[in-house]
């Protein structure tokens, strides 16, 4: 009987591809193919493939859990905890979009408990007037430390927000009150952290956007909440070490890669479904990370975001009986601190029984934590009997070195998937095209209102300037 499920060496996380490697691939109604092994030779291609551009430095997310210099782990927690010494920052405005912003949300989103800074984050990612406006009224410019970023530092809905911070917090705290995170030697944002002497992090060339999270993009955000960037990065490196080590046909991100494009064919929407509220937004990252990296060249695969057991009551019924052309991805969680046990129903006056109401007497004794874990096995199961596939990540508690092997699993996953489907995992020409339109747009219609406003003095720059000689 062939081994499906699996714990990645000292990671804290288990993969089980049961409900995934026994379900046929092909065209509904047929019998299609049921996983039967590994394609070793275009599997070792393609490793090798993805590992030069790994060791050649082109792609560094692989190597910064092992490597500072891409990581900047050390500069993160020290800035990080400068700034917290100095015990005037209540709040971060934290603005960044997409890759620069989806890491350390969903991160602080699923450890908001373990959090010990008391520093409360605040999340711009769209240049949506009425929430600025609505954020902003909470804050006190004095006591906010606004992090900006945007690798290309360029980002126009980024830099939007951070010309309207900089108004808001003044031009006297713009170098004491501002973090910028960005590329090392280019950019605008670049450019004007230098000129103000604004304290500066740095994303390596070679990290991407989306796997950002292992920069100073979601370590600098993690130090700054007070988590401990050193076990998140061990959890990353630990499953980097098994991948090192590992036999391709036994590690289970390569037998995923694999089973996932047998099922292309037919089934080519991926429904990210954690059995946990705390890592609700874990689907936000998955569904940028899954689609920007693997839409590309007519190939691709749509993702989804859902939570269990939420969403059982409203895309269950779909995903069994509905158009059988999805794959479900569920992620659960084996320990927490406390289970929080159902009591027996008694009333005020104490004469309350549940004799006569089952559903109270089934649940009595048992836990949320129990009940959770009972929903998902059932929804598994469900899918399984009704022939629709599904994978399970298993993970051992919510803690940083956890989620440190969670976020580098998935991403080796998304590397190797598009590497395998002689895909590039690593670019978004898509992405890039947009920004040209949206610059060639701004350039036009501004072109009027612009030269208006260098005639009167009137550009936020004037602003600042006349703000700073008053």
Not at 33 to 43: E, H, K
Not at 109 to 128: K, Y
Not at 247 to 264: A, F, Q, T
Not at 299 to 328: E, M
Request: hydrophobic letters at 40%; charged letters at 20%.
């Amino acid at each position: 009987m062939s081994v499906t499920a699996s714990r990645l060496g000292s990671a804290p996380i288990n993969f089980d591809w049961s409900n995934l490697i026994s379900m046929p691939a092909g065209s509904p109604g047929s019998a299609g193919t049921r996983g039967t092994g590994v394609d070793l030779q275009a599997l070792a291609e393609a490793w090798e493939k993805l590992r030069s551009r790994f060791h050649s430095g082109e792609v560094g997310f692989y190597d910064a859990p092992v490597n500072n210099e891409i990581s900047q782990a050390q500069e993160s927690i020290a800035l990080a905890q400068k700034l917290l010494a100095r015990n005037e920052f209540t709040d971060c405005l934290f603005l960044g979009i997409g890759g620069s912003a989806l890491g350390p949300i969903s991160l602080l989103s699923a450890l908001q408990e373990r959090c010990q800074s008391g520093l409360r984050f605040h999340f711009m990612e769209n240049p949506d007037p009425t929430e600025w406006k609505a954020t902003l009224s909470t804050l006190k410019p004095e006591s906010t430390l606004v992090c900006v970023v945007a690798k290309s530092g360029t980002t126009f809905e980024t830099l939007a927000q951070f010309l309207l911070a900089l108004e808001w917090i003044g031009s006297a705290r713009i170098s004491s009150h501002c973090v910028a995170i960005t590329d090392p030697a280019k950019g605008d944002l670049r450019a004007f952290a230098t000129e103000e002497r604004i304290p500066t992090l740095s994303i390596a060339p070679s990290i991407g956007g989306r796997f950002s999270i292992f920069s100073p993009v979601g370590l600098f955000a993690a130090a700054l909440a007070g988590l401990s960037v050193p076990d998140f990065l061990l959890g990353a490196k630990q499953v980097r070490d098994y991948c090192e080590k590992q036999p391709l046909d036994k590690n289970p991100i390569c037998i995923l890669s694999h089973e996932l494009l047998r099922h292309s064919s037919q089934r080519s929407i991926h429904v990210c479904m954690p059995y946990s509220t705390r890592l609700r937004l874990l689907g936000t990252w998955f569904v940028q990370l899954w689609g920007e990296s693997l839409g590309k060249d007519g190939k691709g695969f749509t993702p989804l975001a859902a939570v269990g057991a939420t969403d059982q009551h409203s895309i269950l019924q779909l995903l069994r009986d509905g158009p059988n052309d999805k794959v479900t991805l569920f992620v659960t969680l084996d320990h927490v601190a406390d289970e929080v046990r159902i009591p027996k129903l008694t009333t005020g006056s104490g004469r309350g029984s549940s004799q006569n109401l089952p559903a109270f007497r089934l649940l009595e004794g048992h836990t949320l934590q129990e009940l959770l874990r009972t929903e998902f096995q059932a929804t598994s199961l469900v899918l399984a009997r009704q022939g629709r596939p599904n994978m399970t990540i298993q993970l051992d508690r919510l803690d940083e070195r956890t989620l440190g092997a969670l976020y580098f699993g998935m991403s080796v996953l998304t590397a190797l998937t598009g590497t395998l489907w002689n895909v590039n995992p690593f670019d978004q020409p898509g992405v890039e095209e947009g920004k040209v339109y949206i610059r060639e747009s701004l350039s036009g219609q501004g072109a009027a209102r612009a030269h208006a406003s260098d005639l009167e003095g009137n550009t936020p720059v004037d602003r600042l300037r006349r703000n700073r000689q008053d």
